[in-house]
């Protein structure tokens, strides 16, 4: 499957915006999903997962409240809806999949990316 991130971009701190993951190649509906970032200078961190059909969902502690993942199989898109955005939230956003019912939040699980997308928040 090949995954296609987009809707990054600059915004001010507090603000929102939704980044969207299209996948093509195979069905959405058979993998899970994923999104994590790096910010300059430090590793890869998970954000959020969601599983197949939508039921279960995990987010990191600190976008817990804030941050929204989602899922259209229909249009095999997957979705990340930010809010009340931080100085800290500022990274490349990748989308990730995996064909596989269970939900990690290991990097090391996922087996497809996506190119990323940028997302700079200004304070």
């Known amino acids: 499957v090949q995954l296609q991130a987009s809707g990054g971009g600059l915004v001010q701190a507090g603000g929102s915006l939704r980044l969207s993951c299209a996948a093509s190649?195979?069905?959405?509906?058979?993998?899970?999903m994923a999104w994590f970032r790096q910010a300059p200078g430090k590793e890869r961190e998970f954000v959020s997962t969601?599983?197949?059909?939508?039921?279960?969902?995990y987010y990191a502690d600190s976008v817990k409240g804030r941050f929204t993942i989602s899922r259209d199989n229909t249009k095999n898109t997957v979705y990340l809806q930010m809010s009340s955005l931080e100085s800290e939230d500022t990274a490349v956003y990748y989308c990730?999949?995996?064909?596989?019912?269970?939900?990690?939040?290991?990097?090391?699980?996922?087996?497809?990316w996506g190119q990323g997308t940028l997302v700079t928040v200004s304070s």
């Open positions: 990730a999949a995996k064909n596989n019912v269970r939900v990690p939040t290991a990097a090391s699980s996922y087996n497809f």
């Open positions: 190649g195979r069905t959405l509906s058979l993998y899970t």
């Open positions: 969601i599983s197949w059909d939508g039921g279960r969902t």
